[in-house]
T-cell receptor, first 109, second 114 residues
């Protein structure tokens, strides 16, 4: 079993829909990161969370430390949001950064 | 501006040859990481280093080697022992220690073995 699991693996939605991507992890962490990867391969850091909730524009990220679960929400989705969204955790035991396999999001116009 | 620079972005290698990918950061980060990504797959850890002159194997270290002689540099060598080296390679860095610091990424290197 992977230490970081994301769901869904693939998601196609219509422009304007509310999007939720989930991340569950099984290790102790010092932080959780949500990242965005575009087709060229470049990765951008969206959020870093250790507790609670963060909002940036149309993106919202939440984390529940007790349940070892985080969600990334996109409101009023747009075709430019199409990308792979990756959850990554920083292990509190050995400082490794462990990645989920990513969620491929496709927003249709 | 501070950041991570990976080079080259695209690289072709003949079978049996070693190749070295460069990763340099000017963020004064202690921790640096190398990951490999295969099509449709997640990022897998090859090696990481938390301090100069020290590094640890990740999940898929076989066929790879690294060095950390300077804080700002963490080159990855893909050796001829790596059975299937064609992949996307990504370097990352952050401050060391159990703290929630932002992860910075290089732009990645596409390696193709011909």
């Amino acid at each position: 079993k992977n230490e970081v699991e994301q769901s869904p693996q693939n998601l196609t939605a219509q422009e304007g829909e509310f999007i939720t991507i989930n991340c569950s992890y099984s290790v102790g962490i010092s932080a959780l990161h949500w990242l965005q990867q575009h087709p060229g391969g470049g990765i951008v850091s969206l959020f870093m969370l250790s507790s609670g909730k963060k909002k940036h524009g149309r993106l919202i990220a939440t984390i529940n430390i007790q349940e070892k679960h985080s969600s990334l929400h996109i409101t009023a989705s747009h075709p430019r949001d199409s990308a792979v969204y990756i959850c990554a955790v920083r292990s509190s035991r050995d400082d490794k950064i462990i990645f989920g396999k990513g969620t491929r999001l496709h927003i249709l116009p | 501006d501070g950041g991570i620079t990976q080079s080259p972005k695209y690289l072709f290698r003949k079978e049996g040859q070693n190749v070295t990918l460069s990763c340099e950061q000017n963020l004064n980060h202690d921790a640096m990481y190398w990951y490999r990504q295969d099509p449709g797959q997640g990022l897998r850890l090859i090696y990481y280093s938390q301090i100069v002159n020290d590094f640890q194997k990740g999940d898929i270290a076989e066929g790879y080697s690294v060095s950390r002689e300077k804080k700002e540099s963490f080159p990855l060598t893909v050796t001829s022992a790596q059975k299937n080296p064609t992949a996307f390679y990504l370097c990352a860095s952050t401050m060391a220690g159990n703290s929630g610091n932002t992860i910075y990424f290089g732009e990645g290197s596409w390696l193709t073995v011909v």
